[in-house]
T-cell receptor, first 113, second 115 residues
Framework: EAGVAQSPRYKIIEKRQSVAFWCNPISGHATLYWYQQILGQGPKLLIQFQNNGVVDDSQLPKDRFSAERLKGVDSTLKIQPAKLEDSAVYLC???????????FGPGTRLLVL | AQSVTQLGSHVSVSEGALVLLRCNYSSSVPPYLFWYVQYPNQGLQLLLKYTTGATLVKGINGFEAEFKKSETSFHLTKPSAHMSDAAEYFCAVRGSNFGNEKLTFGTGTRLTIIP
């Protein structure tokens, strides 16, 4: 069974630029999560989708971050404009439903200069 | 609301020695508890989880953890460390009921194995 796929794996941008990350969850998983993991910290949930609807985006900085999950499968997370403090690993995870075990992708490591 | 405290951001053990990584949780409802491992430049991999039933949970790679409600702990152990165990380990908690599904992670413990 294929795992959660993410791209790109690494991205370096300058502050005020925009960037987008892509995630393809495990087939059949209705719930998709985006986490931000700052160096030295545990992952922090940014947004949770159930199919193509948002369940929880309470910790998403909505002035610069946006996410969508069209057709309830793939998802993209965008940052515009990026700040230095956005440097982190962005992890995508999926689960069968909102109570299922979460399976994580390899992450996208973002460096903002 | 739920929270997790991992005692010790860095732990070093000799190869073949006991591994003990500590995790204490706080939860307003009966918790579900998880341990994840993260190897360099990789995502998180589930080691084991406790939901209900037996309080001693066995996971992959020889790891196990025991849910102790009286101590609000879920410590991770492995009898004999292997070089391949070097990684970062995260404890996580979520509530067991509707409305408390969000997974909350600890800050992680980096495990180093000494040859």
């Amino acid at each position: 069974e294929a795992g959660v796929a993410q791209s790109p794996r690494y991205k370096i941008i300058e502050k005020r630029q925009s960037v987008a990350f892509w995630c393809n969850p495990i087939s059949g998983h209705a719930t998709l999560y985006w986490y931000q993991q700052i160096l030295g910290q545990g992952p922090k949930l940014l947004i949770q989708f159930q199919n193509n609807g948002v369940v929880d985006d309470s910790q998403l900085p909505k002035d610069r971050f946006s996410a969508e999950r069209l057709k309830g499968v793939d998802s993209t997370l965008k940052i515009q404009p990026a700040k230095l403090e956005d440097s982190a690993v962005y992890l995508c995870a999926s689960s069968l439903d909102d109570f299922g075990t979460q399976y994580f992708g390899p992450g996208t490591r973002l460096l903002v200069l | 609301a739920q929270s997790v405290t991992q005692l010790g951001s860095h732990v070093s053990v000799s190869e073949g020695a006991l591994v003990l990584l500590r995790c204490n949780y706080s939860s307003s409802v009966p918790p579900y508890l998880f341990w994840y491992v993260q190897y360099p430049n990789q995502g998180l991999q589930l080691l084991l989880k406790y939901t209900t039933g037996a309080t001693l949970v066995k996971g992959i790679n020889g790891f196990e953890a025991e849910f102790k409600k009286s101590e609000t702990s879920f410590h991770l152990t492995k009898p004999s460390a292997h070089m391949s165990d070097a990684a970062e380990y995260f404890c996580a908690v979520r509530g067991s009921n509707f409305g408390n599904e969000k997974l909350t992670f600890g800050t992680g413990t980096r495990l180093t194995i000494i040859p």
